[in-house]
C-alpha cells in the first residue's frame, strides 16, 4: 500500500513538473531592448525611424559599451531603420525618398553618421556589412547633456517649416542632425496642377 501511494506521488510530480515546462514555454516577459517606432511630419514629408532601445543598466556608454571608432548599429538587435517619404538632405547630402538603415561610429569629439543602402543585416552586419553599399557618410559634433539618458532614445527637435533635428540620445551624450525637405517645390506643384484643373473647368 506505501508503494502504491509513492509511485502515484512521484507520479503526481512529474504530471505537474510537465505541466509547468509547458505553461513557461508560453510565458512572455519584457524585451532586454524593447523597439520603438517613431514619426515625424517634416515640410510635406514623412520621416519613421524604427529601432531598438537598450538601457545603461550600470554600464558606460561611449567608450565603454559602444568603444569610439566602431561601427554602431545605433541602437540593439536589428540595424536602426530610417524611412523617407520624400526626397530630403541629410546634412547637406541628397537622400532620394525609400528606407535605410543607419549606423553611427561613435567618437568623443565627432561622430560619423552611416545611411546605408542594405535594411537586411542584423546588428552592425559584421563581415557582411559592405561600405561600398553606403549612400552617404558625415560627420556631426556630439553634444554634451546635463540630463543623464538612461534608455538609448532618437527623437525629433527643432522642427521648422522645412526642416528637423534627428537626436540621438544615450547616457550624457546628443548627437544631433538636420533633415531638409523641399517644400517649395511641393508647393508650387500644387498650386500649377490646381490652376490645370481650374482652367480645365
Known amino acids: 500500500m506505501k508503494n502504491t501511494f509513492i509511485g502515484f506521488a512521484l507520479s503526481a510530480v512529474l504530471l505537474l513538473s510537465a505541466g509547468a515546462v509547458q505553461a513557461q ?20 514629408s514623412t520621416v519613421t525611424v ?5 538601457s545603461m543598466k ?13 561601427l554602431w548599429r545605433t ?4 540595424s536602426t531603420k ?16 525609400g528606407e535605410y538603415a543607419l549606423y553611427t561610429i561613435p567618437g ?12 537586411k543585416l542584423w546588428g552592425d552586419g559584421g563581415t557582411d556589412y559592405k561600405p561600398e553599399e553606403d549612400l552617404v557618410r558625415f560627420k556631426v559634433k556630439p553634444v ?34 538636420t533633415i531638409k525637405t523641399d517644400v517649395d517645390s511641393k508647393v508650387m506643384s500644387q ?9 480645365n473647368v
Open 108 to 119: 568623443e569629439n565627432e561622430w560619423t553618421i552611416i545611411i546605408h543602402k542594405n535594411t
Open 75 to 78: 541602437g540593439a538587435n536589428a
Open 50 to 54: 524604427e529601432y531598438s532601445r537598450p
Open 25 to 44: 514555454q508560453g510565458i512572455k516577459t519584457p524585451a532586454a531592448s524593447p523597439s520603438s517606432k517613431i514619426e515625424q511630419t517634416v515640410g510635406l
Open 144 to 177: 554634451q547633456n546635463a540630463r543623464t539618458v538612461e534608455t538609448f532614445t532618437i527623437n525629433f527637435a527643432n522642427l521648422k517649416q522645412d526642416a528637423a533635428d534627428v537626436e540621438l540620445l544615450w547616457e550624457n551624450t546628443i548627437v544631433p542632425f
Open 82 to 97: 530610417l524611412k523617407l517619404s520624400d526626397d530630403v538632405t541629410i546634412e547637406g547630402n541628397k537622400v532620394p525618398a
Open 58 to 70: 550600470g554600464r558606460k556608454i561611449f567608450g565603454g559599451l559602444e568603444p569610439y571608432g566602431e
Open 191 to 199: 498650386i500649377q496642377e490646381q490652376v490645370i484643373n481650374s482652367t
